[in-house]
């Protein structure tokens, strides 16, 4: 009777035994290997994109975000561009988020009209409610057939999904003013008068002044003197905003001049009627929030924290006009006040927590002076290039590390760098004041020949502000073929790189020593 009780725990133990030999199996680590082929591939882009937004069809033009309160989600409004002879040209769609990482809903909010209607186009506008929460959406109504070609229009909504257009509410610019330019509007509450006030975007004498006018009920408008001074030499201030942070006024704008400063400006007042000058503190003036590729730029705060949204062009480079295409893909920076006044644009926190899974990455080839490994590298410049080269990424990523660079003036980081590197796309730190801008500058430049650096062609530049150490704490999120790069929490660059997708990149050095250190590459989780 006991011989049955031993060989049951005898075939128990071999069970559990078996199990755990099992369980172990089961749970080993499977290497993950990294792609170190170099071989270019050419990607067709399409479809939408989640962290940078842009619909399944179609692109993002002007956005006129606004946040609601009632559900604290931010709307963004925007034009939406369908491109590929579409009948309808910029109808106000709308996509909604709660921090920026990730949107949802496509739908239209204000459609277009008729060919021979003076909502043919739609324009930029801006929406704001009332006291009693009613919704009014001020926007432009375009027809390059009629005269004027551009009239400021109304819709309104309780509900913020269904807008009722309101014929009865339009008017033209005044006398005195061009009335083919007369675009933009954007309504705030000024509490130094008590009221709302509108700006509309116009020219007067072959200068870009801003209309404005004064409501207390958003229904019936009387003119006020305009604003004219902006220290700024802009042909027509492009989708303008004005909000209050702190003690000073700001007012946003985009500069429609087609050169290499068609970008998103902004000025800073003690008054919402004026003067409006650059911010200066040590570090300079750095009066734009980004480089070319961030334009019409608007803001929109929950009461604590403030937002820029702009879009990146599909161009990545300048078309016959001398500019880039217009809409693309959503680009939204935190806006961080400094105590100097100064606006600095850094990565939204939802967008930097979204890439939260680091993924195995590898340096796979390199040429001159580069020792070091697992994140921690030193490049060395040696009568040429020198540089480290990384394995491709396949899916949205962001590029995080430290570089000191308190013995060099000049590296960066390239993309689509495969095959025989004869062809990158270069970010480039210049830390010094000897280029054509006379100030230290991040570029974006075609590198002809890889191997010298040499037969660059400037694509882009937005200001660079050296600290002290020479230390630059970087952040580079990658979506497709949009790159934006976040160093020391205030400066911010957007880019449009088509070769970069899915094709190896690198860090290089062009001048001295850099440290790389903490490098690490973060995939999104779930």
Known sequence: MKILPLLLMQFILFLNTSCSKDEKDDTEEIPIVVDTTTTCRSVVESGAYSTFYKPQSGYVGDPMPYFNSDDNQYYLFYLQDWRNGATTEHPIYNTTTSDYSSFTGFAESIPTETADSQEAYLGTGSFIKNAAGKLYGFYTGHNGSLYPAEKVMLATSIDMKTFTKVPSFTFEAPDGYDKNNFRDPCVYYDPTRSAYVMLVTSIKDGKGVLIRYSSSDLENWDLISPLTDFNSDAEILECPDVFKMGDKWYLVFSRINRDEHRKTFYRVSDSPDGPWVRCEDASGHHETIDGLYFYAGKT???????????????????????????????????????????????????????????????????????????????????????????????????????????????????????????????????????????????????????????????????????????????????????????????????????????????????????????????????
């Not at 480079?317 to 961080?336: P, R, Y």
């Not at 760098?417 to 270069?426: G, K, N, P």
């Not at 020949?449 to 062609?457: A, E, I, V």
């Open 300 to 526: 929109a705060s929950n009461g604590t924290d403030r937002y820029i949204s702009g879009w990146c062009s599909t161009g990545q480079t300048v078309n016959g006009n001398n500019e880039l295409d217009w809409a693309g893909s959503l680009i939204t920076h935190k806006l961080v006040q400094q105590p100097s006044g100064k606006l600095y644009p850094v990565i939204p926190e939802a967008v930097d927590h979204k890439f939260n899974t680091p993924t195995q990455y590898s340096m796979i080839k390199s040429q001159g002076d580069v020792t070091g490994d697992e994140g921690s590298y030193v490049l060395n410049y040696q009568n040429e290039r020198s540089y480290a080269l990384f394995n491709r990424n396949t899916v949205p990523v962001k590029i995080e590390l430290t570089i000191d660079a308190s013995q060099s003036s000049g590296f960066g980081f390239s993309f689509g760098a495969c095959d025989d590197l004869s062809e990158v796309y270069s970010v480039a730190f210049d830390l010094t004041s000897t280029n054509r801008w006379s100030m230290p500058c991040l570029f974006m430049n075609k590198e002809a020949n890889y191997s010298t650096g040499s037969y660059t062609t400037e694509l882009n530049f937005t200001p660079l502000i050296v600290p002290d150490d020479k230390v630059f704490d970087i952040k580079i999120v990658i979506e497709k073929s949009i790159c934006v790069v976040y160093v020391n929490d205030n400066v911010a660059f957007t880019n449009r790189i088509y070769k970069m997708d899915k094709n190896p990149w690198t860090i290089f050095v062009d001048n001295g020593t850099i440290d790389v250190s903490n490098l690490s590459v973060y995939e999104i989780g779930d």
